[in-house]
C-alpha cells in the first residue's frame, strides 16, 4: 500500500477531529494549570530512560495530532521528561485540520513518525491498509495486558494486530446537576429509576433536564452521542459492534429503542425551553439554566469534558458542593456496568528507535501518571494512582472509569464520515419530530452506502 493511499484514507476524518477536538479544548481551559510532583518527574525520566533501552538515544521525533494552545502545553509537560531523560526531541505538529496535514505529509514523502487523533475510524482504515506498526511488536506484551483494559485494546485492534493505543480519555455517560437544587436519586438502580423521577418533576410543572445540540457544522451530535450511549448498554456490546460496523442495519428494532429512550428525555415538558431552545442551544451553554436564580432544569447528560466547561462559566462553584456528577445507570440489567469513552488514540508510522521508545514511554504507567496530573484528561492506563488527580470530578470519574465491567467507544468514532454526518443530523430531525423516526434511520442506512 503506498503512502498517498494511505494519506487518502484519512480525508473523511477532518469534520469528526475537529469536533471532537472543540470538546477538549473547551474542557480543557482552566483558571490554574495543576503540575506533577518532583517525585513523579523523576519517576517518568526513569521510565523514560527504560523505553529507550538504557540508552541516550538523541535525535528526534515528529507526533502529528490535534492539540494546540494550552491543551499542547499541558501534553508537551507529559514529554518533557522524555526529552531530558533521552536526549531526543519531541517534535509535535498540531493542527484542527489533521486529516488534510497528514495527506500533504503524506504525499510530500514526509509521514510523521506518530499520530495521535480522536478518528479511530479512519485509524483503523490505515491499519487495514498496513500502513501502521503492530505494537505489540514495539511494547511489551505483559505491559499491555497489565496497563490497559482488555476493552481499549480491542477497540486498538483490526487484522489481530493492535494498530492503536488510547493516549487520553473522556469518560462519557455523565449527569451533571447542582447538589444544592437537585432532588432525585444520585445512585438510581436504572435508567427507568431516574425516569421516573423526571417525569414525577414535569408533572409538578418543573423541567428536569437540560439539553443543548447546536455545535456549529457538528450540530446534533450531543443527542447522537447519547443515543450510541444508550445503544451500547440498552442492547449490548456484541450488538453495538455489529451495528457500527454495518452488519446490523439503523432500521433495526434495538436501534429503534434508542432513539426512544432517547425521545422520552427529550419530550415535551422534560427539557428546558422545549424543542426550540433544544435545537438553537449550543451545547457548551446548556448547563446555564441550572444555576440561573430560579433553576430552570435540573440535570445535563455529558462527558467528563463538561465540568470545565461549567466551571469556566461559573468560576464561583465549589466542586461537590454546587456542582457534580454521577454516572448514568444502567439501561438493561442483561448489560450491566458498562461505560463509554471517547478519546485520544495514538499509533505509529514510522518505527525509529525514536518513535518507538516514545510509544514505550506513553504506555507506561509514570506518563499516565503525568496524563493525569495536568487535570485535564482522564489516562487509559489503569496502573495510574488515584491520587495522581487533584482535579475533584477527573478523580471521582477515574474512580468511575476503573470500576467498570467494560468500556467501549461510541460508535460514531469509528463511522465513515458520511455516516457520522447523518447520524448527528439525525438528532436534530428527531427532536423536531420524532414521529419520523422510521424515515429518519432509513435516511441513515442509506447514508451508509
Given at each position: 500500500?503506498?503512502?498517498?493511499?494511505?494519506?487518502?484514507?484519512?480525508?473523511?476524518?477532518?469534520?469528526?477531529v475537529?469536533?471532537?477536538?472543540?470538546?477538549?479544548?473547551?474542557?480543557?481551559?482552566?483558571?490554574?494549570?495543576?503540575?506533577?510532583?518532583?517525585?513523579?518527574?523523576?519517576?517518568?525520566?526513569?521510565?523514560?530512560?527504560?523505553?529507550?533501552?538504557?540508552?541516550?538515544?538523541g535525535?528526534?521525533?515528529?507526533?502529528?495530532?490535534?492539540?494546540?494552545?494550552?491543551?499542547?502545553?499541558?501534553?508537551?509537560?507529559?514529554?518533557?521528561?522524555?526529552?531530558?531523560?533521552?536526549?531526543?526531541?519531541?517534535?509535535?505538529?498540531?493542527?484542527?485540520?489533521?486529516?488534510?496535514?497528514?495527506?500533504?505529509?503524506?504525499?510530500?514523502?514526509?509521514?510523521?513518525?506518530?499520530v495521535?487523533?480522536?478518528?479511530?475510524?479512519?485509524?483503523?482504515?490505515?491499519?487495514?491498509?498496513?500502513?501502521?506498526?503492530?505494537?505489540?511488536?514495539?511494547?511489551?506484551?505483559?505491559?499491555?495486558t497489565?496497563?490497559?483494559?482488555?476493552?481499549?485494546?480491542?477497540?486498538?485492534?483490526?487484522?489481530?494486530?493492535?494498530?492503536?493505543?488510547?493516549?487520553?480519555?473522556?469518560?462519557?455517560?455523565?449527569?451533571?446537576?447542582?447538589?444544592?437544587?437537585?432532588?432525585?436519586?444520585?445512585?438510581?438502580?436504572?435508567?427507568?429509576?431516574?425516569?421516573?423521577?423526571?417525569?414525577?418533576?414535569?408533572?409538578?410543572?418543573?423541567?428536569?433536564?437540560?439539553?443543548?445540540?447546536?455545535?456549529?457544522?457538528?450540530?446534533?451530535?450531543?443527542?447522537?452521542?447519547?443515543?450510541?450511549?444508550?445503544?451500547?448498554?440498552?442492547?449490548?456490546?456484541?450488538?453495538?459492534?455489529?451495528?457500527?460496523?454495518?452488519?446490523?442495519?439503523?432500521?433495526?428494532?434495538?436501534?429503534?429503542?434508542?432513539?426512544?429512550t432517547?425521545?422520552?428525555?427529550?419530550a415535551?415538558?422534560?427539557?428546558?425551553?422545549?424543542?426550540?431552545?433544544?435545537?438553537?442551544?449550543?451545547?457548551?451553554?446548556?448547563?446555564?439554566?441550572?444555576?440561573?436564580?430560579?433553576?430552570?432544569?435540573?440535570?445535563?447528560?455529558?462527558?467528563t469534558?463538561?465540568?470545565?466547561?461549567?466551571?469556566?462559566?461559573?468560576?464561583?462553584?465549589?466542586?461537590?458542593?454546587?456542582?457534580?456528577?454521577?454516572?448514568?445507570?444502567?439501561?438493561?440489567?442483561?448489560?450491566p456496568?458498562?461505560?463509554?469513552?471517547?478519546?485520544?488514540?495514538?499509533?505509529?508510522?514510522?518505527?525509529?528507535?525514536?518513535?518507538?521508545?516514545?510509544?514505550?514511554?506513553?504506555?507506561?504507567?509514570?506518563?499516565?501518571?503525568?496524563?493525569?496530573?495536568?487535570?485535564?484528561?482522564?489516562?487509559?492506563?489503569?496502573?495510574?494512582p488515584?491520587?495522581?488527580?487533584?482535579?475533584?470530578?477527573?478523580?471521582?470519574?477515574?474512580?468511575?472509569?476503573?470500576?467498570?465491567?467494560?468500556?467501549?467507544?461510541?460508535?460514531?468514532?469509528?463511522?465513515?464520515?458520511?455516516?457520522?454526518?447523518?447520524?448527528?443530523?439525525?438528532?436534530?430531525a428527531?427532536?423536531?419530530?420524532?414521529?419520523?423516526?422510521?424515515?429518519?434511520?432509513?435516511?441513515?442506512?442509506?447514508?451508509?452506502?
Open positions: 500500500m503506498n503512502l498517498r493511499h494511505r494519506g487518502a484514507a484519512l480525508v473523511a476524518a477532518g469534520a469528526v475537529t469536533a471532537l477536538a472543540a470538546c477538549s479544548s473547551s474542557e480543557s481551559a482552566r483558571p490554574e494549570e495543576p503540575a506533577a510532583d518532583d517525585a513523579a518527574v523523576a519517576a517518568a525520566e526513569e521510565a523514560a530512560l527504560a523505553a529507550a533501552g538504557g540508552e541516550e538515544l535525535g528526534s521525533v515528529t507526533m502529528l495530532g490535534v492539540l494546540g494552545g494550552e491543551e499542547l502545553d499541558a501534553f508537551l509537560s507529559v514529554v518533557a521528561p522524555f526529552e531530558d531523560a533521552t536526549g531526543i526531541e519531541v517534535r509535535y505538529e498540531g493542527t484542527r485540520d489533521f486529516a488534510a496535514v497528514l495527506q500533504t505529509r503524506v504525499d510530500g514523502g514526509n509521514p510523521p513518525d506518530l495521535a487523533t480522536p478518528a479511530i475510524g479512519e485509524m483503523a482504515a490505515l491499519a487495514e491498509q498496513d500502513a501502521l506498526v503492530d505494537l505489540r511488536t514495539v511494547v511489551d506484551d505483559a505491559v499491555l497489565a496497563n490497559y483494559p482488555a476493552s481499549m485494546l480491542e477497540t486498538g485492534t483490526a487484522g489481530g494486530e493492535l494498530f492503536g493505543l488510547y493516549n487520553t480519555v473522556n469518560l462519557g455517560g455523565l449527569i451533571w446537576y447542582d447538589p444544592k437544587r437537585y432532588d432525585g436519586p444520585t445512585d438510581p438502580a436504572s435508567w427507568d429509576e431516574l425516569q421516573t423521577w423526571a417525569r414525577e418533576k414535569a408533572g409538578a410543572g418543573e423541567t428536569p433536564w437540560c439539553v443543548g445540540l447546536e455545535s456549529g457544522a457538528a450540530s446534533g451530535w450531543p443527542a447522537a452521542d447519547f443515543i450510541d450511549e444508550i445503544l451500547l448498554r440498552q442492547a449490548g456490546p456484541e450488538f453495538h459492534r455489529a451495528w457500527r460496523e454495518g452488519a446490523e442495519p439503523w432500521t433495526s428494532p434495538q436501534v429503534e429503542q434508542a432513539y426512544e432517547y425521545g422520552e428525555m427529550i415535551d415538558g422534560m427539557v428546558y425551553g422545549g424543542t426550540t431552545t433544544v435545537l438553537s442551544t449550543d451545547f457548551s451553554q446548556a448547563a446555564n439554566p441550572m444555576f440561573a436564580p430560579e433553576p430552570g432544569c435540573y440535570l445535563l447528560q455529558q462527558a469534558f463538561m465540568g470545565g466547561i461549567i466551571a469556566d462559566a461559573f468560576p464561583d462553584l465549589a466542586p461537590g458542593e454546587d456542582l457534580d456528577f454521577f454516572p448514568a445507570p444502567d439501561f438493561s440489567p442483561e448489560h456496568g458498562i461505560r463509554s469513552i471517547s478519546g485520544e488514540i495514538l499509533g505509529l508510522i514510522t518505527e525509529t528507535p525514536q518513535a518507538a521508545a516514545l510509544t514505550r514511554y506513553l504506555a507506561s504507567t509514570e506518563a499516565g501518571t503525568l496524563i493525569a496530573a495536568t487535570g485535564r484528561w482522564l489516562s487509559p492506563n489503569v496502573t495510574v488515584a491520587d495522581a488527580y487533584e482535579d475533584p470530578f477527573l478523580r471521582r470519574a477515574n474512580e468511575v472509569l476503573t470500576s467498570a465491567e467494560a468500556t467501549y467507544p461510541l460508535g460514531n468514532s469509528l463511522m465513515p464520515q458520511t455516516e457520522v454526518d447523518a447520524f448527528w443530523q439525525s438528532g436534530l428527531f427532536a423536531q419530530d420524532p414521529g419520523d423516526l422510521t424515515a429518519i434511520l432509513q435516511g441513515i442506512e442509506d447514508a451508509r452506502g
